[in-house]
């Protein structure tokens, strides 16, 4: 719900064709409902393991996602740097849906690191995308949980209305901030995440 309340607030900065991102949603309910059915029959103790890299990873590329990109460009003169290959990017979140569905910490890092990587450089699109689809695996992945009766409703329903507020809140006030601004607290946040999993994970 946090997620489908921040789509709401950036709805206006997709700027995607309608099929393509249909296309996008789509993967992201397929990803997500495999991540979830996987989740339910495998122990999650190794995969857990495994999450303070995958932060590490996603965080270095977001933050330097942008001058490798120019670098790549640099020995490929025949590249766009406006265009972003769509089977590149509809593979790229297939793998993130899934990795979203099955545990879904730093979730919203790995989906801006990638985006980031395939050229995408506005931060309020990433957002956008990242809002939208976020919402898509979010919405499909509690599916087999509530048949499965693993859900904790009465805490579930405190953090929805939470999450709801503030996904809203800090999505329209982004919104309304230097993109700049935003991509520096997205990476303290994203290697404050990284470090914790590091010590507690």
């Not at 700049?180 to 946040?189: A, D, G």
């Amino acid at each position: 719900m946090a997620s489908l309340a921040s789509a709401g607030a950036y709805r206006q900065d997709l700027g995607i064709e309608r099929r393509d991102f249909l296309l996008l949603c789509g993967v992201s309910l397929v990803g997500g409902m495999i991540g979830s059915i996987a989740l339910l029959y495998t122990s999650p103790d190794v995969f857990k393991k495994l999450i303070p890299y995958l932060l590490l990873l996603a965080t270095v590329v977001f933050t330097f996602g942008e001058p490798f990109k120019k670098w790549l460009q640099r020995q490929n003169q025949n590249t766009s740097p406006e265009s972003v290959p769509l089977f590149n990017l509809v593979l790229a979140q297939l793998a993130i849906a899934i990795y979203g569905g099955f545990f879904g910490a730093g979730l919203g890092i790995l989906m801006l690191a990638t985006l980031t990587f395939l050229g995408i450089k506005s931060i309020h699109k990433m957002n956008a995308f990242k809002t939208f689809l976020g919402s898509c695996i979010n919405g499909i992945a509690i599916i087999p949980f509530i048949f499965a009766g693993v859900i904790a409703w009465h805490q579930a329903i405190l953090m929805a209305i939470g999450g709801s507020l503030g996904g809203y809140l800090s999505a329209h006030y982004a919104r309304k901030l230097e993109p700049h601004l935003i991509r520096k607290f997205v990476m303290i946040v994203a290697f404050t995440m990284t470090v914790y999993f590091f010590i507690h994970g």
